[in-house]
């Protein structure tokens, strides 16, 4: 189609690709070479043009305002916004843009209210034309340009195209001088908007010195003053997530408090405000360990729940992350009642779809999250099973481009490979590297959370690694360690967790190839977890058993037992985790050849009654193998009474049965010491009890239920389910020990 044409397919259809495609350019060339025009070829052309020139992105399109002048002008035809461009008028073309202006913002409200796409983009046509029009020093620029930029935010909102968060950042930086603190507060909206799509730093920048100017420039008393305050606070806040520096925290939440001081009673961000403070205390604790940031984050987060309007989504926002802060606190500092009244919380943020609205996903994989942690606690596999049914719900709920399908994606991994760890089921290891996988590859490559998600999915594929020796697996476990590791910047929090994950990939890697640069590499990046890592952190323990280990395998007796012993000394005595630590300063101990006092760890270690069953395990099996004749058969005895808690009851019958075939000759060895002890009657018992265990668990499985069919009978009904379910089995699968001496990786959710 010709010139004409295109122009007539916009103004009709709203076709912009007719103005603005590249063949239409090659046809107004091909016009102007073809020599001399006449008055209506120049209209044309200068129409043309100028349509270019409006529709093209705000900031661009100087070349064919200038053809449209050229071409307008030739012809005698001038629109009045070029017209003050030739002939300036400030006040009529103030005028004109004021009148201008004030139809779009009509008609962007209108658009809102009717949820009109061709009116909303007639609005953005529009207050782009008056934008380019407006000279810098006019006034009504500034207003122009704020209700282009919350066009824009209401265009990508609706339709998620980041072309107009494009566009739109280059009016909002336009609008960095603004006197009116509003204005301010519009650009600050789609630069933070750009910041969460692109992750491009220097919009979170600006936003904050935005934000800053529109504090200042605002007067005392003005009623938005609580807003601007609180979206700095809410920035910094971000800045803070990206850089953890605490000083960004600590001045979130004196915002967020200043905010709160000048808004009115009744004030609808009050329960905002409140919620964003509590959350803020919340992370500070994690650095200061100051339970009065954790009690005042539970009393802000109280009152938050108490303004905001019960029926109304802002409620069921504060309800799930009051929630989540409760249960922070309850694993915290474990004050009491905090963990159910957290997830009732959590629970009720869901109860009703209508009101949690379109954060009903979020509230659904907080919910789950909380479930887990929940059965870390309590290690009830009904939280288990639970959590994983409720995130399956949100990623069904949520398109694969949201922003919220890696989180529920990451949950969702984290669940089903504690379920692995749990019942050994290998179909749950393998969805949970499937649900990591589409984790990792729904963020860009900037966003903060990705090395989280990479260093869960290097311990899932170690873990794949161990029970299915697939070398591949270990390998790309070491990759995606490293890349994890090379995303988190210095000082992050997580870094030490990060370098823990690498350093264990590496020492497996050794063992399978006896590459000396891996464990030299291992040593280095396991000791860096230990020194960037706080004191007081409980991971600690972990990272200095790990670097014991490493260490150990350099032969470094002498500096192996100094990370051992400190890592037992800072495991509490009921630590379920100190098992481990036992077992990993004894395997030093017995190197340096003092065997007496690793029996006598290993001893302590095997008779404990908590911690993993494989790890006592472990360590009446080196107890045994280590002591004396006397002692020996004790040993043994022990090991035995341990075979029904490893292939206990919960995991699938091929489970248990793996599990016991893996140790074969434990329960002849036991055997064969109680006879030579001249003890032939316990011989016979630790034969009977090797050979039922899981017919042990079969006949405590069948309790009699007359009392219970006739009291509860429905009841009766479930529990007779349950016996069949534990009856049937329901696959093969094994589980085994990551490593040796309990190092460990550390999963992120």
Known sequence: MDLRERIVAFQQRRDRAAILDDQALAEARHVRAGGPLAGSDHRVLGLFHYLRYVLSPYGRGADDLRLALESLVAAGSVPRPLCWLVEPDPEALTAFLDKRNAAHAQALTASVDRLDADLLDTAIDGLRQLAKCASEDAPIRFDVLS???????????????????????????????????????????????????????????????????????????????????????????IRFEIDSEVTDLDRAIDLYQQALEV?????????????????????????????????????????????????????????????????DRFTRLGVADDLDEGLGLQRMSIVDPVAAGSRLPTHLINYGHGLL????????????????????????????????????????????????E?????????????????????????????????????????RHFTRADAAPALDEAVAVAAEAVRLTALGDANRPRHLNNLGIALLERHDRDNTEADLDR????????????SPHSPERAIYLTNLATSVRLRESAEQAMEYARAALAATAPGDVERCNRMLALSAVLA????????????????????????????????????????????????????????????????VQEQRLRDRPLLVGQAAGHA?????????????????????SHLVRARTPLARIEAAHPVLAERLLTVRRLLDSGTGPGITDPVRPWAARAVVTG
Not at 272 to 290: K, W
Not at 376 to 381: C, E, K, M, N, Q
Not at 675 to 695: M, S
Request: hydrophobic share 45%.
């Open 591 to 654: 190197d340096a050849g003092r065997r007496a006092d690793a029996v006598v760890l290993l001893r302590e270690a095997a008779l404990r009654s908590t911690g993993p069953a494989d790890h006592r395990m472990r360590a009446a099996i080196g107890w045994a193998d280590m002591a004396g004749s006397d002692e020996r058969l004790e040993a043994l005895t022990t090991v035995i009474g341990l075979l029904p808690e490893l292939a206990w009851h919960g995991l699938d019958r091929a």
């Open 522 to 533: 291992a040593i280095v990046v396991l000791r860096d977890a230990v020194e960037s890592e």
């Open 675 to 695: 006879v030579d002890a001249g003890r032939p009657g316990l011989a016979v018992e630790l034969l009977e009890q090797g050979r039922t265990v899981i017919w």
């Open 422 to 462: 749990l019942r050994g089921r290998p179909e749950d290891l393998t969805d949970a590297i499937s649900a990591c996988r589409t984790a990792v590859t729904g963020l860009s490559e900037r966003d903060p959370r990705r090395a989280s998600y990479l260093s869960g999915l290097a311990v899932m594929l170690l």
């Open 147 to 237: 209700n282009f930029c919350v066009a824009l935010w209401i265009r990508f909102e609706r339709t998620g195209d980041l072309a107009d968060l494009d566009e739109g950042a280059a009016a909002a930086r336009d609008l960095t001088t603004a006197q009116r603190p509003g204005a301010l507060a519009n650009a600050a909206l789609l630069l933070g908007a750009r910041h969460a799509a692109r992750y491009d730093r220097r919009d979170l920048d600006d936003q904050i010195a935005v934000l800053e100017r529109a504090l200042v420039v605002a007067a005392t008393g003005d009623h938005d003053l609580a807003r601007y305050g609180g979206d700095l606070a809410d920035a910094v806040r």
């Open 263 to 327: 808004a009115p009673a009744g004030h609808p961000d009050n329960a905002a405000l409140l919620a964003c403070m509590a959350d803020c205390l919340s992370r500070r604790f994690r650095y200061s360990n100051d339970p009065g940031d954790l009690h005042g984050a539970v009393e802000a987060g109280r009152r938050a729940l108490s303004v905001a309007d019960r029926t109304g989504p802002a409620w069921s926002a504060i309800a799930d992350r009051v929630g989540g802060t409760l249960i």
């Open 373 to 420: 942690r929940a059965f870390a606690w309590r290690g009830t596999p009904a939280d288990l099973d639970t959590a994983i049914k409720v995130v399956r719900a949100a990623s069904s709920r949520v398109p694969a481009a949201s922003p919220e399908h890696p989180i529920a994606a990451n949950v969702l991994s984290v669940a089903l490979f504690q379920r692995f």
